[in-house]
């Protein structure tokens, strides 16, 4: 068969994806090590791959990173059921009662502009440096985003525009649904499919809002190790915990893309 890499608009086989994956992860790595080899970039900056892949071990026996990674990871969760408790609740009542969203929406919408870095030091006078205060913390980080695509998916559900998915709430009313049964078995498992997608793609925002969190009070979490090691100018640590965070947000959507056909298994995958 004809591979179609190199054609304008072409698609490429699982084979070639993996395959030219690796050839690509190669050469980047290559180039890394050649652009730290001959000192076209200070090690200050960018170390050697060599040097950050030596610090890797002492990095899990001399500095604990397996606790470390739990912290994280922990955090990340506890922040995410905090702001998830909140925003499904609040959302489908701003997106179904439309005086709450006549009330609510264009405020909601308005905080996603916050430069939520900056309100640490509000977070730290309620709650102190604490646990409590960093999971607080991220919850609201992730808040700010979650609840509009909530809100939002209920509206479309209930565009009449939206012919394509308003004609399961139109069946439902047919049908002689009651309100709690067209919410059980149309608004809930339409608007639970959409957000899906939103939690998975705020993995990578989250673990940004985490290092912050974890940097304040360096008491435990990669993002506080980094915070600690960038201090001592321990790049090679440094890098080997990005790529941690990496890895650990790459898992992290594998398992939750391996998961949706198990929450959903009425959607087309």
Known sequence: MKTELFKFGGTATKKEELITGIVGAIILLF???????????????????????ASIGPLFTESELMPNIGYTIGLNLLGYLYALL?????G???????????????????????????????????FGLS???????????????????????????????NAKDNVYLQTAKTIGMNNWQMFRYVYWPY?????YGNIRSLTAISYSYVTIAESLNKVGGVGAMISVF??????????????TIIIIGVIQDYIMKKLEPKFFPYIKQ
């Open 31 to 53: 180039l890394w090590w050649l652009v730290t080899a001959v000192g076209i970039v200070s090690p200050k900056i960018l170390p050697n791959p060599i040097d950050m892949l």
């Open 92 to 126: 489908f009542c701003i997106g179904i009662y439309p005086w709450l969203r006549c009330f609510f929406q264009k405020i909601i919408e308005a905080m996603r502009f916050i430069p939520m870095p900056v309100t640490t030091g509000l977070f730290i006078a309620a």
């Open 191 to 195: 608007v639970m499919q959409h957000i």
């Open 86 to 90: 909140i925003a499904i609740p609040l």
């Open 230 to 243: 960038s201090r001592q100018s321990r790049i090679p640590e440094v890098y080997a915990l990005l790529f």
């Open 131 to 161: 646990f409590n205060m960093k999971s607080w913390f991220l919850a609201v980080c992730i808040l700010i985003y979650i609840l509009p695509a909530v809100a939002e998916a209920v509206i479309n559900l209930q565009n009449p525009l």
